[in-house]
């Protein structure tokens, strides 16, 4: 338990241990895992998100700039797509946010998608806990570039930040699109360009028409420029807006049981799928014979080998 007392204690090296311990897997690490999760449940976490291009790394390095000015510590989880050599993380996220290096309120960790769809990392939460363990104020998870209904990141932040762009596709399929709906506050990158107003106007119009935003809270948007340090300020005072509407409306309790919800329904899912991996390699040959042949559907095959792991 040297590892979870490091994290604990918030040593650098000890959450970067930690955090490849709980990225490569196994059950070798589920027991540190458990005694941190014990010691969760203060930090906000903030979802960044976007369609490729946005410009979410280089928002998610003044964020924490802005967040540091206000005297709190903050992690970022930072998920790449996979090499399709080495299957790590491509980094590109990092290389962004090396402004930030050697700030001992700053945490950032690289983590690759492994193939997960949504936007996000199967082991991108257990980092989260560690960081939260560890004292971070704030924890932002910015997902992989993503498409129009991967929204995983809607189940595992309590403050969704979705980034736009100017002049990156179709103004009404962008309205349209699942991600925009799932947004807690909107953001415009790169507003100091000249096509920034029309994107800014046509998500104005989506709120007022009731497409996205459900609940009491009033979805704002916001025109922000990385590159110039505007709107930064404005973004982080609308975060904290949120995180204390969610208090006093006792939402944040709804977010974190939805978060709890998608955590065990991931796992028991990632369990059954290894079990069926590791033990039934021979049946399911099997089954797949059958099933290609038309003696039995995929649902009936489906149902045997659920049958076949219950009398294991």
Known sequence: ?????????????????????????????????????????????????GVPGSGK???????????????????????????PFSGGAILGDRVRMTGLSGDPGVFIRSMATH?????????????VDILDAAGFDMVVVETVGVGQDEVDILQ?????????????????????????????????????????????????????????GGDAWQVPVLPTSAENDEGIGDLLAAIDAHRAHLEDSGGIALRRRRIAETRILGIAEDI???????????????LLDRVMAREVDPYAAAMDMLAASRED
């Open 57 to 83: 790394s280089v928002l998610a390095r003044v964020l924490a700039r802005a967040i540091r000015a206000s005297g709190r510590k903050v992690g970022i989880v930072a998920v790449d797509p996979s090499s």
């Open 115 to 127: 193939g997960a769809v949504g936007g996000l990392a199967r082991a991108s939460l257990d980092s």
């Open 272 to 286: 059954v799928r290894t079990r069926f991996a590791g033990r039934h390699d021979g049946r399911l040959a099997g």
């Open 1 to 49: 338990m040297d590892m979870v007392e490091d994290v604990l204690a918030g040593r650098v090296r000890g959450i970067a241990r930690m955090m490849s311990r709980a990225e490569a897997g196994g059950g070798d690490c589920r027991a540190a895992l458990a005694e941190i999760y014990r010691h969760t449940g203060r930090a906000h976490v903030v979802g960044l998100t």
């Open 156 to 212: 595992a932040a309590h403050t969704v930040v979705v980034l736009s762009a100017p002049g990156l596709g179709d103004d009404i399929q962008a309205i349209k699109a699942g991600l925009l709906e799932i947004a807690d506050i909107h953001v415009v990158s790169k507003c100091d360009r000249a096509d920034a107003n029309r994107t800014l106007i046509d998500l104005q119009g989506m709120l007022t028409l009731g497409v996205a």
